[in-house]
Nanobody, 125 residues
Framework: QVQLVESGGGLVQAGGSLRLSCAASGSRFRFNTMGWYRQAPGKQRDLVASISSGGTTSSGGTTNYADSVQGRFTISRDIAKRTVDLQMNSLTPEATAVYYC?????????????WGQGIQVTVSS
């Protein structure tokens, strides 16, 4: 079984920065895409950013960002350490949400997504 553990959340003032980290432990599945999602109260869980495995690279491949965070957030990963980070700059109160780490893999050729437990990010105005 895979466990994803997020860290780095908390309270920050508008305009500030936070860095979220997610570390995978447990079964040694190779992850394909890893990413971050967020869910604000009363809203659905939405993709913030994702990063592919990148083939033979050590730091991942193609990145994808929600329009609302493009240019301010940066996703990165370490393939060997099985970690994925999200650097969040120029934060606004609209970024307040629970952030979830996600990791996609194949189990017996079937796609499986694992989720972290979520971590709170609060941006004060």
């Amino acid at each position: 079984q895979v466990q994803l553990v997020e860290s780095g959340g908390g309270l920050v003032q508008a305009g500030g920065s936070l860095r979220l980290s997610c570390a995978a432990s447990g079964s040694r599945f190779r992850f394909n895409t890893m990413g971050w999602y967020r869910q604000a109260p009363g809203k659905q869980r939405d993709l913030v950013a994702s990063i592919s495995s990148g083939g033979t690279t050590s730091s991942g491949g193609t990145t994808n960002y929600a329009d609302s965070v493009q240019g301010r957030f940066t996703i990165s990963r370490d393939i060997a350490k099985r970690t994925v980070d999200l650097q969040m700059n120029s934060l606004t109160p609209e970024a307040t949400a629970v952030y979830y780490c996600a990791a996609d893999t194949l189990v017996i050729s079937r796609p499986v997504r694992y989720w972290g437990q979520g971590i709170q990010v609060t941006v004060s105005s």
